[in-house]
């Protein structure tokens, strides 16, 4: 058998593991828009609002104190937590790129990564002294991901934001609790992921957060009127929220 012919064989058989290595990558790292039937009517016209508002604040050169970072738990600082919003964090300059219903592979697409290219990167030409994120619920109640799978899509993201804007800080936010009790299911993945992502705390720039008991009772239940369909806060919840990490917020923007 020639040479030619001897790495063609070899080639050929290095297929099928190739493809069986590229079927087993996590959803939660690969970069995609938003696909999901639900969100098409609204998704791709907030993502180009998002663009024109990005592009407006490169315009203006005026100082950008804190960009927010999540799903429709962060996308809700324009509805539930509209006046909170304004009274403690529009004054800083802030930009919120929450997106309904996103898992952290759109968070990352958003970020300019995978076929999205720096025409679809919401941060591209910005530079805020200060990230507050978090992510992750929604690829534990869409597909009940592996929580070292979302660990893996969050830290992602942290990458991306240090990759776009190396002078900034993160805040990281632990997973919001979600069910009623403790032992609900999902509530269980997402303290999991916490648990893990907390480790990104110990890098120079990030400081990780656990907000979840200002949420929950002495006996860790979840009240309705905290979150009624127990996921997503009321007015008071983003309250509790903005009461929580706004100490952190003020003391990272001096810094």
Do not use: C
Request: hydrophobic share 40%; net charge negative; charged share 25%.
């Amino acid at each position: 058998m020639s040479r030619a012919s001897i790495l063609i064989v070899l080639l050929l058989a290095s297929l099928p593991a190739a493809a069986k290595e590229n079927s087993t990558t996590p959803q939660a790292t690969t970069p995609v828009p938003q696909r999901d039937d639900w969100a098409q009517d609204w998704w791709p016209g907030r993502h180009q609002e998002k663009l024109a508002e990005r592009d407006r604040l490169v315009a203006s050169g005026e100082p950008l104190g804190v960009v927010f970072v999540g799903d429709s738990i962060t996308h809700s600082w324009e509805n539930a937590g509209k006046q909170l919003w304004a009274e403690r964090f529009a004054k800083h300059g802030a930009f919120n790129i929450g997106f309904s219903g996103d898992r952290t592979e759109q968070v990352l697409w958003r970020l300019g990564l995978g076929d999205a290219g720096e025409a679809n990167n919401q941060l591209a030409g910005l530079s805020p002294k200060l990230f507050v994120m978090m992510i992750g619920t929604n690829n534990t109640g869409h597909r009940q991901d592996p929580p070292e799978q979302t660990a893996a899509g969050v830290t992602a993201i942290v990458d991306r934001l240090h990759e776009l804007s190396p002078e900034s800080k993160v805040l990281l936010l632990g997973v919001f609790p979600r069910g009623a009790t403790t032992d609900d299911p999902l509530r269980v993945i997402n303290d999991a992921i916490n648990e893990r992502i907390a480790e990104l705390g110990e890098r120079s720039h990030v400081e990780f957060l656990n907000i979840n008991e200002v949420f929950l009772t002495e006996e860790g239940v979840l009240p309705e009127k905290i979150m009624p369909d127990l996921l997503h806060p009321t007015a008071e919840g983003y309250r509790l929220w903005a009461d929580a990490i706004g100490p952190h917020v003020e003391r990272l923007l001096a810094e």
